[in-house]
């Protein structure tokens, strides 16, 4: 049984895919895909011991040993030509993070189609790295979880990516246009957290004016969203 998280991250897993989940941890994703006959096999890869041998039990724990491999290994070193991946998910990181990962070895993603990315913080940073890297968003969620807010990002490869603005960037062209009421609550949230920022600094002496500046620019963004 997965979290309303994962299972939201599974949601957009292909039918027949091969997947790798990097930083899989317990592997709970590609063992309940593949229990479920969603995906045909893939990588469960882990870069800590502790986590990739949780996932080794998992999958032997489920018999799916001929189905999924764990494979202790830095981001998308996991992949290896031969396994054919076509489908990567990374969820529960940090969005610079997650876009470092995919930087780092992004020949790896030969054969890739799908990207199923949910970034913990920085969301901007794995949209940024989609628009350079050849991958068009085409759906984007957000749920949550025991107080915590996650979005779900998902990328098609596409010959011609869609420019985003830098508030498609920051607030996600999907999220923008559906604007619900997590959304809505998430971005409230963020204001009053800035506009804290903003009082503290400005109370501070020898302020630099342009942190003020910025932090300015910031809550007039998020205002202008929320209207
Ligand atoms: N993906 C699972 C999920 O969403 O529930 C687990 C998330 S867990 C918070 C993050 C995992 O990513 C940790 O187990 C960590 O060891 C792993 N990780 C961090 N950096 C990594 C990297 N460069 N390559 C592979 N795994 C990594």
Do not use: C
């Amino acid at each position: 049984h997965l979290s309303v998280r994962l299972a939201t991250v599974a949601d957009y897993v292909p039918t027949g895919s091969r997947l790798a989940d990097i930083g899989t941890d317990h592997a709970y994703l590609p063992v309940n895909l593949a229990k479920r006959g969603k995906i045909v096999g893939g990588v469960a890869g882990e870069v800590v011991k502790g986590p990739f041998e949780n996932a080794q039990h998992e999958i032997k724990k489920e018999g799916l040993d001929d189905r999924i491999t764990a494979r202790l290994a830095n981001g998308l070193r996991a992949i290896e030509a031969s396994d054919h991946i076509d489908t990567v998910v990374i969820a529960g990181m940090g969005g610079t993070l997650i876009a470092q990962i995919l930087t780092q070895d992004f020949d790896r993603l030969t054969g890739v189609q799908r990207l199923v990315l949910q970034p913990n913080v920085g969301e901007k940073n794995v949209r940024q790295f989609l628009m350079t890297h050849g991958f068009q968003l085409i759906a984007e969620k957000i749920v949550t979880e025991d107080g915590h807010d996650y979005e779900i990002l998902v990328a098609d490869r596409s010959a011609t990516p869609q420019q985003l603005n830098e508030e498609e960037l920051r607030f996600g062209p999907y999220l923008l246009a559906e604007h619900n009421a997590i959304f809505i609550a998430k971005w409230q949230r963020e204001l009053a957290r800035t506009q804290q920022v903003l009082a503290q600094v400005q109370s501070a002496k020898a302020v630099p004016a342009t942190k003020v500046a910025a932090l300015e620019t910031e809550i007039k963004e998020i205002e202008e969203v929320l209207q």
